[in-house]
Nanobody, 122 residues
Framework: QVQLMESGGGSVQTGGSLRLSCATS????????MGWFRQSPGKEREEVAS???????RYADSVKGRFTISKDIATNILHLEMNSLKPEDTAKYYC????????????????WGQGTQVTVSS
């Protein structure tokens, strides 16, 4: 059974940066789509960024130009580089995979990590 574990969350001030990482344990195909999602209290979980098997990326409009998703192929660790952070980026961030080569809707993601908290203060 594949397991995902996020790290790198923390507290920063507006304009700061953080780098989240998502490590995979257990066998998985490195070409599977993986994504970053976030959820804050009272809100639905939303997709932040995703990385498909062919290297295609997708970003939420709210993070375009500020966040970058990438994967270290050798270690299959997924990263999310977050720059110019804003208070509205405050949320618990999750990584997930849908175990398919193309990314789709959030409902297709079957394996989730436990999440890492990101707090941005003004």
């Amino acid at each position: 059974q594949v397991q995902l574990m996020e790290s790198g969350g923390g507290s920063v001030q507006t304009g700061g940066s953080l780098r989240l990482s998502c490590a995979t344990s257990g066998y998985t195909d490195s070409r599977y789509c993986m994504g970053w999602f976030r959820q804050s209290p009272g809100k639905e979980r939303e997709e932040v960024a995703s990385l498909g098997g062919a290297g295609s990326t997708r970003y939420a409009d709210s993070v375009k130009g500020r966040f970058t998703i990438s994967k270290d192929i050798a270690t299959n660790i997924l990263h999310l580089e977050m720059n110019s952070l804003k208070p509205e980026d405050t949320a618990k961030y999750y990584c997930a995979t849908n175990e398919r080569y193309s990314c789709g809707s959030i409902s297709g993601y079957k394996i989730w990590g436990q999440g890492t908290q990101v707090t941005v203060s003004s």
